[in-house]
């Protein structure tokens, strides 16, 4: 079984200060990582994925991770960020190859303050 | 075009009582997932309908919960006799299920139960 673990609960920043929020996860199989962001009353937007091939993955609004297998870790980064990006941010894990359902981390709140 | 659509956006009922939340998703998703978000338990997965073939009922947290997928499209996520702990909200999302597995799954905005 897959699992997923977002070490930081809450992450206060400052505006164009870098961030970084961690995921580690952990199976016994290939898999499939996502990030998911949410902002307050609405769904889950995709940030970014990763399913095979360059470790590093570039997403929206200037998004990046980095798949570590060895570490298995899948950290989210981004170098500069700004007031809009503060919402709550979901690492997310699936078998790779098959079809099914998302194992999501407790998530990260991520407070961008001027 | 049009995204994965929920209703209602918020529905507080009593104990005791019944509730039925919708998701209608993109058309032409195969698809189609529910979750359940609340503040102890983070997301969680609930059940899973894949084309015509048997769902995946394997999240739902007890037989008080239900969900029936009509003619591919919407589903209806049934609980009956609500309890306090019911409380959460509940997201609906839609993939495009493509060999591999290596589908995105799109959310809806969700439907908030408070149960009193």
């Known amino acids: 079984a897959q699992s997923v673990t977002q070490l930081d609960s809450q992450v206060p920043v400052f505006e164009e200060a870098p961030v970084e929020l961690r995921c580690n996860y952990s199976?016994?199989?290939?898999?499939?990582l996502f990030w998911y962001v949410q902002y307050p009353n609405q769904g889950l937007q995709l940030l970014l994925k990763?399913?095979?091939?360059?470790?590093l993955v570039k997403g929206i609004n200037g998004f990046e991770a980095e798949f570590n297998k060895s570490q298995t870790s899948f950290h989210l980064r981004k170098p500069s960020v700004h007031i809009s990006d503060t919402a709550e941010y979901f690492c997310?894990?699936?078998?790779?190859?098959?079809?099914?359902?998302?194992?999501f981390g407790k998530g990260t709140k991520l407070s961008v303050k001027p | 075009g049009a995204g994965v659509s929920q209703s209602p956006s918020n529905k507080v009922t009593e104990k005791g009582k019944d509730v039925e939340l919708r998701c209608d998703p993109i058309?032409?998703?195969?698809?189609l997932y529910w979750y359940r978000q609340s503040l102890g338990q983070g997301l969680e997965f609930l059940i899973y309908?894949?084309?015509?073939?048997?769902?995946?009922k394997s999240g739902l947290p007890s037989d008080r919960f239900s969900a029936e997928r009509t003619g591919g499209s919407v589903s209806t996520l049934t609980i009956q006799r609500t309890q306090q702990e019911d409380s959460a909200v509940y997201l609906c999302?839609?993939?495009?299920?493509?060999?591999?597995?290596?589908?995105?799954?799109?959310f809806g905005p969700g439907t908030r139960l408070t149960v009193l």
């Open positions: 199976s016994s199989v290939s898999v499939y």
């Open positions: 058309s032409g998703h195969t698809a």
């Open positions: 997310a894990v699936k078998r790779g190859g098959s079809q099914g359902n998302l194992i």
């Open positions: 990763y399913l095979s091939g360059s470790t």
């Open positions: 309908f894949q084309g015509n073939s048997a769902p995946d």
């Open positions: 999302a839609s993939s495009l299920a493509v060999i591999g597995g290596a589908d995105t799954q799109y």
